[in-house]
């Protein structure tokens, strides 16, 4: 996977973020300019007193050329490395090729007041800013205002703490390290950067095999048929099988291409088989990359309720490659969106305002929708790994939306479902004062305009959909949890016992 470049200004906190986002990350951190010290034996002014601006930039150049392509191997290939570069470092064209060829490059940008408070605090020296530190500053800035408005990512720090930005640069870029249920990363990449181990088996669909089983070589593959009516104990027992024919061990891994359905299926045969191997998630749903893939979650259905059996048991990476959303078609990408939009009504409000453009906006815009989704996700999950307080967030829409989505035969996906739960608890919330008025009209009409429904259909039974609820996993003894929008970006989690309530009338 690429590195990440930290780059911009003197003052804007590179070093200092760059070694919360590598700790974040559980990567290596890297100061190029401290390396650069270290190896010549003196200072950066000493350098430049000594040999000249020249002589250092070739000092600059060299570091950068080795950390950049110097082989480490791991599962992804090349390591990875989170490198903090002087403020100047990529003005020679040689140094900004290798890093565009080899990383992302997050330009920090911050207002002049605040740059100048940082050096003005800070021990080290910077030659090219020694003298009146404002004026030098500020011509400084004139003569690389072209050369930093040249990078297309741009963070400005000012009033963030480090942080905040380490985890605005893991959005941005689409990385995460999740550890709070066992140790493993979320990146959003390119599955062609992913090396399988000897030995692994891949599980599929026959729908996702016909797009993509190629994109994934050297690898053993068992094919199942595509569908949620498949997500029960017989298709488990199949996979069981198919891991002792192809003699999968302790050490082995298993890889799962395809959306929620084998995702959860992989997982849960994963983590039973001889108690427990490793697996990886390849999603390729919008569902799947912003939901199902995430939080360890594995499970199958039984007949009266979904997701009824199932396991804790986090894959060992979960790669997301926006690229094979592009297959998907129409009715399965807006199935998508229904947990993009409630993942924006969490806790994210301007992903929902992003939802409210359309689903042609969306379509241009995946690879942004993907990433601000799984953060909300990533964040709740971390918090409440086990789903014992705020992670129940989650199943916004969830236990009306279940039960729909059973009584309807599945003839409704799961996203269509979900959009009509979640409109109905927001109908339920504000007919409780937990809502302000107009939230549920809001949703409907963000959920609406990217083409899903709202309302459950007349020809389903009330007394069947009630029913289903009643078996939620999310129940007690007495009550069903609910989590019920108050407005957009915030839950609350209510213990509900009057079902017929909730649903309302249709």
């Not at 003197?10 to 890297?30: E, S, V, W, Y």
């Not at 003005?91 to 920090?108: C, D, F, H, K, Q």
């Not at 409704?412 to 009209?441: C, F, N, P, Q, W």
């Amino acid at each position: 996977m690429p590195h990440l470049f930290l780059y911009g200004p003197p003052g804007t906190g590179k070093t200092t973020i760059g070694q919360r986002l590598a700790d974040n990350l559980r990567l290596p951190f890297i100061d190029l300019d401290r390396l650069i010290e270290s190896r010549a034996g003196m200072s950066i002014p000493q350098i430049m007193e000594r040999e000249g601006e020249t002589a250092f930039r070739d000092m600059e150049t060299a570091a950068l050329r080795e950390i950049a392509l110097a082989p480490n191997p791991s599962p992804l290939g090349r390591g990875e490395t989170v490198i903090a570069l002087g403020g100047g470092a990529l003005l020679r064209e040689e140094n900004r090729a290798i890093a565009e060829a080899s990383g992302v490059i997050i330009l920090l940008m911050a207002e002049m007041e605040t740059l100048h408070a940082r050096l003005n605090a800070d021990p080290h020296q910077r030659p090219l800013l020694a003298g009146d530190l404002r004026q030098k500053l500020t011509s400084l800035l004139a003569a690389r205002k072209e050369h930093y408005a040249s990078f297309p990512v741009r963070l400005h720090v000012d009033g963030k703490s480090a942080e905040q930005l380490a985890r605005q640069i893991q959005v941005v870029a689409g990385r995460h390290h999740l550890s709070a249920m066992g140790a493993y990363d979320v990146i959003v990449g390119q599955i062609s950067n992913l090396s399988c181990r000897p030995g692994s088996l891949l599980v599929t669909d026959e729908n996702v095999a016909k797009h993509h089983l190629d994109k994934i070589q050297g690898v053993k593959s068992i094919v199942l048929p595509a569908g949620e009516e498949h997500k029960n104990l017989e298709t488990v027992s199949r996979l069981w099988q198919a891991f002792l024919e192809n003699g999968l061990d302790r050490k082995s891994t298993v890889i799962a291409l395809g959306g929620g359905v084998i995702s959860d299926l992989t997982g849960f045969a994963a983590s039973t088989y001889m108690r427990g191997v490793d697996w990886i998630a390849l999603p390729t749903t919008l569902l799947a990359m912003v939901d199902a893939s995430l939080g360890g979650k594995t499970g199958i259905d039984l007949p009266e309720g979904k997701n009824l059996i199932g396991s804790f048991h986090p894959p060992k990476l979960v790669l997301a490659d926006p690229s094979l959303l592009l297959t998907l078609s129409d009715r399965e990408l807006r199935s998508g969106m229904a947990e993009v939009v409630k993942h924006g009504v969490i806790a994210d409000p301007e992903l929902f305002e992003m939802c409210s453009n359309g689903m042609e906006w969306v379509k241009a815009n995946l690879e942004t929708i993907v990433k601000r989704a799984m953060a909300v996700k990533i964040q709740i999950i971390e918090a409440d790994p086990y789903e014992k307080g705020v992670r129940a967030m989650l199943n916004l829409g969830h236990t009306v939306g279940h039960a729909v989505e059973l009584v309807s035969g599945f003839k409704l996906s799961h996203g269509e479902a979900i959009a009509i739960g979640m409109t109905a608890e927001a109908r339920y919330a504000e007919r409780s004062g937990i809502a302000k008025a107009g939230v549920a009209d809001t949703l409907g009409r963000v959920l609406s305009s990217l083409g899903l429904p709202i309302e459950i259909p007349k020809e389903l039974p009330r007394d069947a959909i009630l029913r289903a609820m009643r078996v939620d996993k999310k129940k007690n003894a007495h009550s069903i949890r609910f989590a019920l929008p108050a407005e957009v970006g915030r839950v609350e989690l209510v213990e509900a016992t009057d079902l017929e309530e909730v649903i309302g009338k249709w």
